[in-house]
């Protein structure tokens, strides 16, 4: 195992990252003149230390994450716009040693998408364009860079909608939505975007091309070697095209907030939810009382319902007849109250209040990290237990003395979690006043060892990255990471992607 360092960052939080590799070259300036001859100056952006003019505080938002969890202190970030381009850049870091990290939105969570050390960024934003679109199949083929919400915005034009939403859909790009095999709030009804990607244009380190770009929805020739790459992190190769299937879009939504007096009655909403509706169900997300009051109070949104309740539930409803729909919901949520499983409710009546009741789901991650310091964990627990861990984790902290439920005078400030019951994925945020080691120690490896007893899974959606390497093991047998690094070894015998990660 390579050697350990404690850093500082802001907020004064110490975390622990590899040292630095021997084996990677450190930049010079003829490596900067090189890559200005294989691509457009305006691209490439290098501090004046390795013969740039950037001023590095204008690499600062492609070395930091988005919630200033971890930190690198890269020197060059090169902004390609062809794969091409893509391809002769990773043939020269390949051939040099000199290691690189794919980057897209830089909305991830596990520090995956950032340089730990001096490492190259390569940016696919420039690469942002649609390659092309079949109205009859609704197949997209597009750059990689492309942003998630702009092709929703595309692709509703045809008629149709994206297989996947994510609250980053601002941000995110769709290649970096594969490459970490992304959920979101429409899992439940379109599934894993191993379903949903039908080819990939993958890069490998030595500057090869897989061009995979498959429209084909059967395709049995072999081994499918775009699934290696969904979900890898950008540890095997830099994905540039994807090719993906986008649903038709519903022409009847309905959405309704419930409010439920605690967390069997969440899962007894689910369970017949499923029987009553399961057939136009598209998304069921539940939160907790925490979660709301921060983004109640961060968002200046208003509660929908007449009081405040333990929990609260999201049920949206898609489908092509509006009164079939409108019957079924009805229908559901009458049983519901009458069987005392829900005890208040209210069902949008149009277009804006069904982006109102999304916006208090959506907008909880923002919300908490308003609120202070947030450490987050995205697992995957079986459903009857899912939400135990959040009381666990309160109960670790208060013994420690560093939380109790409304002493603000005490470091940590909230415990709470929010997710999609449908996957059984839960994401557990513990809000402090800063980062600080006697915090971290309370639930590091504690969350993991509670997973790892539940069979779950310690990440749901968010990746590995750099967060999550050291605890594989919880999720993964032995035999199985050897044949992960195995793996990793074939695509990238000089480990220069996204080194220091996932495995």
Request: aromatic share 8%; charged share 25%.
């Amino acid at each position: 195992m390579l050697a350990s360092l404690r850093v500082p960052v802001a907020g004064h939080r110490l975390y622990h990252k590899p040292a630095r590799s021997d084996a990677f070259k450190k930049l010079t300036k003829d490596d900067v003149s090189f890559f200005k001859t294989i691509m457009p100056g305006e691209t490439v952006l290098a501090t004046p230390e390795i013969g740039g003019s950037a001023d590095p505080i204008e690499l600062e938002g492609f070395n930091t994450d988005w919630i200033g969890k971890y930190r690198g202190a890269s020197q060059l970030v090169l902004r390609p716009k062809t794969t091409k381009e893509v391809a002769d850049i990773l043939k020269y870091c390949n051939e040099n040693r000199i290691a690189v990290v794919p980057q897209g939105g830089n909305t991830g969570l596990v520090g995956g998408s950032v340089p730990v050390h001096d490492e190259v960024v390569l940016s696919l934003r420039n690469m942002n364009k649609v390659r092309k679109y079949d109205d009859i199949s609704g197949i997209l083929v597009c750059d990689a860079g492309c942003v998630l919400e702009e092709l929703g915005n595309f692709v509703a034009t045809k008629g149709h909608i994206m297989p996947i939403d994510l609250g980053a859909k601002g941000s995110c790009h769709i290649g970096g939505n594969v490459a970490t095999n992304a959920g979101g709030i429409r899992f439940l009804r379109y599934g894993t975007l191993h379903g949903s990607v039908l080819g990939l244009e993958v890069v490998l380190p030595d500057g090869t091309i897989l061009d995979n770009l498959s429209t084909l929805r059967k395709d049995n020739t072999g081994y499918d070697l775009k699934q290696l790459f969904i979900g890898s992190e950008g540890s095997l190769g830099v994905i540039t095209g994807v090719a993906i299937s986008t649903p038709q879009r519903p022409s009847a939504v309905n959405v309704a907030v419930l409010g439920v007096p605690n967390y069997e009655s969440v899962q007894k909403a689910f369970k017949l939810a499923r029987k009553r509706c399961g057939e136009v169900l598209s998304a069921y997300e539940f939160w907790d009382a925490s979660c709301m009051g921060a983004v109640l109070t961060h968002h200046a949104l208003k509660n929908p319902l007449s009081s405040d309740f333990p929990f609260y539930v999201l049920i949206e409803t898609s489908g092509s007849n509006k009164d079939h729909d409108d019957e079924k919901l009805g229908g559901l949520l009458e049983e519901l109250m009458e069987e005392g499983i829900v005890e208040d409710g209210a069902l949008a009546q149009d277009e804006s209040q069904i982006l109102r009741m999304w916006s208090m789901r959506e907008g909880i991650p923002e919300a908490l990290a308003k609120t202070g310091s947030t450490y987050k964990y995205d697992v995957s627990i079986p459903i009857p237990v899912l939400y135990d861990v959040v009381g666990d984790i309160a109960t670790r902290l208060e013994k420690e003395g560093l939380y109790k439920k409304g002493d603000a005078e005490l470091p940590v400030k909230l415990v709470c979690g929010y997710g999609h019951i449908g996957d059984g994925n839960l994401h557990l945020n513990v809000v402090a006043d800063k980062f600080d080691d006697r915090v971290t120690k309370v639930f590091e490896p504690f969350v993991y060892e509670w997973v790892s007893s539940h069979r779950g899974s310690i990440s749901a959606e968010h990746g590995v990255g750099l967060m999550k390497r050291n605890y594989l093991w919880y999720s993964k047998s032995p035999e199985m990471i050897e044949y992960m690094k195995r793996t990793k070894n074939m695509f990238d015998p000089n480990h220069i992607l996204n080194p220091y990660k996932v495995v």
